[in-house]
T-cell receptor, first 114, second 112 residues
Framework: SQQGEEDPQALSIQEGENATMNCSYK?????LQWYRQNSGRGLVHLIL?????REKHSGRLRVTLDTSKKSSSLLITASRAADTASYFC??????????????FGQGTILTVHP | DVKVTQSSRYLVKRTGEKVFLECVQD?????MFWYRQDPGLGLRLIYF???????EKGDIPEGYSVSREKKERFSLILESASTNQTSMYLC???????????FGSGTQLSVL
């Protein structure tokens, strides 16, 4: 199975509600990142959290990282219809032959209804 | 505004053709990447480059080659296109190899 796996695969909420997506991984990491992709377009970097950090905020985004459980969550507060997109976690494994490689999960499709 | 530009948004090729996908970045980044994205499989790394003329295989390099003759340009080459290479191809660049990738808009390649 993949290094980064998001849960749920799809999430449907109303505007104004909070959206929480989870990511699990298997090996030790250097950092974990979240990206967003609008339909049929490229990915946009949202936030990066390092292995020695537990929580990070950026605007309406809050990311947590639990290295003991090898998991991360992305919380989008007060969601808007414009937040409708696919969200991917990506892990950067520690050193060695993994240098330079980011491994992406399969993504969570978020739909925010007006 | 930072930019990664992929030469084609949509491309249709025939089986056996040689295909070039071009990617240009204007951020003076050392690192450039080619991914393919397929439904249910997510993004998979094909090749990456950390310097001019340097390349490293990703997770699925078979059937592909790359070229990086100038810092700003990273080309993906399909020597003999096959139908299983029909996919969305995404180019990316970064200042630090495994941090904050900037992606192009993607090329949807169909091999018939």
């Amino acid at each position: 199975s993949q290094q980064g796996e998001e849960d749920p695969q799809a999430l449907s909420i109303q505007e104004g509600e909070n959206a929480t997506m989870n990511c699990s991984y298997k090996t030790s990491i250097n950092n974990l990142q979240w990206y967003r992709q609008n339909s049929g377009r490229g990915l946009v970097h949202l936030i990066l959290i390092r292995s020695n950090e537990r929580e990070k905020h950026s605007g309406r985004l809050r990311v947590t990282l639990d290295t003991s459980k090898k998991s991360s969550s992305l919380l989008i507060t007060a969601s808007r219809a414009a937040d409708t997109a696919s969200y991917f976690c990506a892990t950067a494994r520690e050193g060695g032959t993994s240098y330079g490689k980011l491994t992406f999960g399969q993504g969570t499709i978020l739909t925010v209804h007006p | 505004d930072v930019k990664v530009t992929q030469s084609s948004r949509y491309l249709v090729k025939r089986t056996g053709e040689k295909v070039f996908l071009e990617c240009v970045q204007d951020m003076d980044h050392e690192n450039m990447f080619w991914y393919r994205q397929d439904p249910g499989l997510g993004l998979r790394l094909i090749y990456f480059s950390y310097d001019v003329k340097m390349k490293e295989k990703g997770d699925i390099p078979e059937g592909y080659s790359v070229s990086r003759e100038k810092k700003e340009r990273f080309s993906l080459i399909l020597e003999s296109a096959s139908t299983n290479q029909t996919s969305m191809y995404l180019c990316a660049s970064s200042l630090i190899s495994n941090e904050k990738l900037f992606f192009g808009s993607g090329t949807q390649l169909s091999v018939l």
